[in-house]
């Protein structure tokens, strides 16, 4: 059974960048969750996506978008880079929309200069 | 929407001793209370998580107990060691929804 993978592990961009950053699911979900982990704080819910839809968002603007793919990776999209932006992002999967156990990846650490 | 508040934030104990972390959740149609361990630049591991039909759960040295009507979860650690040490989350499922909303974390800190 596969993990979840995240890429990049570590990212710099500058103030006004785009970025997007990649999630494999574990072997079998079909569900994958984002969230943001400012450092010190716990995880924040982004968004979910189930079977290719946005299944839930949490409190962040439209510059954080997604998408999820047939095979049920995914990614998180970023526009316009801010510096609040620095954060670890982390993804986790889940078998399905209605199973509450997730299981994360190693996360991708973001750096806005 | 879901709040979870976690205490203490740190925590420091004597390798063997007990430690116990606190979490309240204030949506009583939250259902799922998971844990995780974060140790320093690692991805967040579920160790124990507990549904609401349930009030209490064991896994080995880690327990954790729910009470439904006080809206209060904690998790127990017992005899515990140096690689216990890290960050614990707790979290509760929002609603109908699948998502995780979690609390500020608790650094324990076990010292030999």
């Known amino acids: 059974e596969t993990g979840v993978t995240q890429s990049p592990t570590h990212l710099i961009k500058t103030r006004g960048q785009q970025v997007t950053l990649r999630c494999s699911s574990q072997s079998g979900h079909n569900t994958v969750s984002w969230y943001q982990q400012a450092l010190g704080q716990g995880p924040q819910f982004i968004f979910q996506?189930?079977?290719?839809?946005?299944?839930g968002r949490g409190n962040f603007p439209p510059r954080f978008s997604g998408l999820q793919f047939p095979n049920y990776s995914s990614e998180l999209n970023v526009n316009a880079l801010e510096l609040d932006d620095s954060a670890l992002y982390l993804c986790a999967s889940s078998l399905n929309a209605g199973e509450e156990t997730q299981y994360f990846g190693p996360g991708t650490r973001l750096l806005v200069l | 929407g879901e709040n979870v508040e976690q205490h203490p934030s740190t925590l420091s104990v004597q390798e063997g001793d007990s430690a116990v972390i606190k979490c309240t959740y204030s949506?009583?149609?939250?259902?799922?209370f998971p844990w995780y361990k974060q140790e320093l630049g690692k991805r967040p591991q579920l160790i124990i998580d507990?549904?609401?039909?349930?009030g209490e759960k064991k896994d080995q040295r880690i327990a954790v107990t729910l009470n439904k009507t006080a809206k209060h979860f904690s998790l127990h650690i017992t005899e515990t060691q140096p690689e216990d040490s890290a960050v614990y989350f707790c979290?509760?499922?929002?609603?109908?929804?699948?998502?995780?909303?979690f609390g500020k974390g608790t650094k324990l800190s076990v010292k030999p």
């Open positions: 507990i549904r609401s039909n349930v």
């Open positions: 949506d009583s149609a939250s259902n799922y």
């Open positions: 979290a509760a499922k929002e609603g109908s929804q699948g998502n995780l909303i």
């Open positions: 996506y189930y079977r290719e839809e946005e299944n």
